[in-house]
């Protein structure tokens, strides 16, 4: 948008100092080729008196003093011709052909006009005037003339005007760029304010003060519109914390007297005991997984401490071992932040649920030029492309695995948690079959 300001207004700018410039210069040249031929007539006209009276004297030596001297002193040629064309004398290097010139010069016709004399040319021009009066015409005088004075002039005029244009360009751009920036500047906040807050700084807002008058308006109401939405959410994990926090009691003192019931429940009622306390189960453990994902998005879940991944991870051999399932770590003494800890608790919790006896997880973690990268891979059945896609929603739980129990916010936190710490998480399949949670932490 900036380059197309600036090229716009640098545009109408070239197209006004052009449409001034050329002109005047055209102007000038035209000036300065009617003054040479202003100059260059009389000097012809003297001649022609000269060519004249010297044919009706038959005396011609007046003459050709006089055409020598003119023709060395200002580097020009003069020939004289008498009424049937025939060359009388000529002075000076005549280069050029006369015969158009004499042609008009006999019918008693002087000249009107000369090209117009630019930088490039021409180098001499030429000039006829009739000797005599009317049809009285007693030859003709034609005088070739350089025309360095006149084309230097033009050059000092058209060069003058050829910096005062750069110059003008110049200053136009860079007022272009200046206006351009200015103009652009509130937008050029709010696309800055933007993408902190789609980075999750939510608290970020845009700087009004300078700029047009309706971009700063605009600023204006969209800081008040990210306060508003702000608020919202805010408002919205508050309540889901806040019901989440108050929830835990209600279900842990309805655990406890579920449990005191079942002494003195009868046999035939002991199945559905069971599955009430299942669903109690389930619903203790989504209440913790929602304050878990209220807390990481109110900021308090990430953790700046780094820790030890090598113990965090030799805690889960145990469980995987009562499953049956071979864990590989490749992970020595390596230090990564808590947040990274946490997503690799996430997914190997994922992972011993849904990879079957015999499998094998495999946890490593690998140095890149833009940081870490954790990775933790199964050989269990994996997820679909569309799958992978929604996986990491909250609630979303696939069809083949709902009698798996969970609450469907495992990886919807690890998702939270990586983009908390400026991290991202992927989900990749495996040939031929499983799933690896990728997580790509950012240089610190």
């Known amino acids: 948008?900036?380059?197309?300001?600036?090229?716009?207004?640098?545009?109408?700018?070239?197209?006004?100092?052009?449409?001034?410039?050329?002109?005047?210069?055209?102007?000038?040249?035209?000036?300065?080729?009617?003054?040479?031929?202003?100059?260059?007539?009389?000097?012809?006209?003297?001649?022609?008196?000269?060519?004249?009276q010297a044919a009706r004297e038959d005396d011609y030596t007046a003459l050709i003093a006089?055409?020598?001297?003119?023709?060395?002193?200002?580097?020009?040629?003069?020939?004289?011709?008498?009424?049937?064309?025939?060359?009388?004398?000529?002075?000076?290097?005549?280069?050029?052909?006369?015969?158009e010139a004499l042609r008009l010069a006999?019918?008693?016709?002087?000249?009107?006009?000369?090209?117009?004399?630019?930088?490039?040319?021409?180098?001499t021009v030429l000039l006829a005037e009739p000797a005599g009066r009317d049809a009285q015409l007693s030859g003709v005088v034609l005088l070739q003339t350089p025309t360095d004075q006149a084309r230097g002039d033009v050059t000092l005029v058209w060069g003058a005007l050829a910096l005062g244009t750069l110059a003008s360009v110049s200053y136009a751009v860079l007022a272009a760029r200046r206006l351009a920036r200015w103009i652009l500047l509130p937008v050029t906040e709010l696309d800055r304010t933007t993408q902190a807050i789609a980075q999750g700084r939510l608290d970020a807002r845009a700087h009004p003060g300078v700029g047009p008058s309706e971009l700063r308006r605009l600023e204006e109401r969209f800081n008040a519109m990210a306060d508003a939405v702000a608020g919202a959410m805010e408002r919205q994990r508050a309540f889901v914390a806040d019901a989440s926090h108050e929830l835990r009691t209600p279900l842990t003192v309805l655990g406890l007297r579920l449990e005191n019931l079942e002494p003195h429940l009868r046999h035939e009622g002991t199945t559905e005991y069971a599955e009430a306390m299942a669903e109690l189960d389930r619903l203790s453990l989504l209440v913790e997984d929602l304050l878990a994902l209220a807390k990481v998005e109110a900021g308090a879940g990430g953790g700046g401490r780094d820790v030890e991944l090598g113990p965090r991870l030799a805690t889960w051999r145990e469980v995987y071992a009562a499953k049956g399932v071979r864990l590989v770590t490749?992970?020595?003494?390596?230090?990564?932040?808590?947040?990274?800890?946490?997503?690799?608790?996430?997914?190997?919790?994922?992972?011993?649920?849904?990879?079957?006896?015999?499998?094998?997880?495999?946890?490593?973690?690998?140095?890149?030029?833009?940081?870490?990268?954790?990775?933790?891979?199964?050989?269990?059945?994996?997820?679909?492309?569309?799958?992978?896609?929604?996986?990491?929603?909250?609630f979303w739980r696939s069809g083949s695995h709902a009698n798996v129990p969970g609450s469907g916010l495992g990886l919807a936190i690890a998702a939270e948690l990586a983009r908390a710490c400026g991290a991202t998480l992927h989900l990749l399949p495996v040939d031929p079959h499983g799933l690896i949670v990728e997580l790509r932490l950012a240089q610190p």
């Open 1 to 52: 948008m900036n380059a197309r300001l600036v090229g716009t207004f640098t545009t109408l700018i070239v197209f006004l100092v052009a449409a001034l410039a050329v002109p005047l210069g055209l102007a000038y040249a035209s000036h300065r080729t009617n003054r040479l031929l202003l100059d260059r007539r009389a000097d012809a006209t003297r001649f022609a008196e000269l060519a004249d």
């Open 66 to 99: 006089e055409v020598d001297r003119y023709a060395a002193l200002y580097g020009a040629a003069v020939r004289v011709r008498d009424r049937d064309g025939t060359a009388l004398l000529t002075a000076g290097d005549f280069t050029v052909d006369d015969g």
């Open 106 to 123: 006999l019918s008693g016709r002087t000249t009107e006009d000369l090209p117009t004399i630019s930088p490039f040319g021409p180098g």
């Open 330 to 394: 490749e992970v020595c003494d390596e230090v990564v932040p808590e947040v990274a800890a946490r997503i690799a608790d996430i997914a190997l919790d994922n992972a011993q649920k849904f990879v079957p006896a015999g499998g094998t997880v495999t946890v490593t973690l690998d140095d890149t030029p833009d940081g870490g990268v954790l990775r933790v891979a199964d050989d269990g059945p994996g997820l679909s492309e569309e799958e992978r896609a929604e996986a990491l929603g909250r």
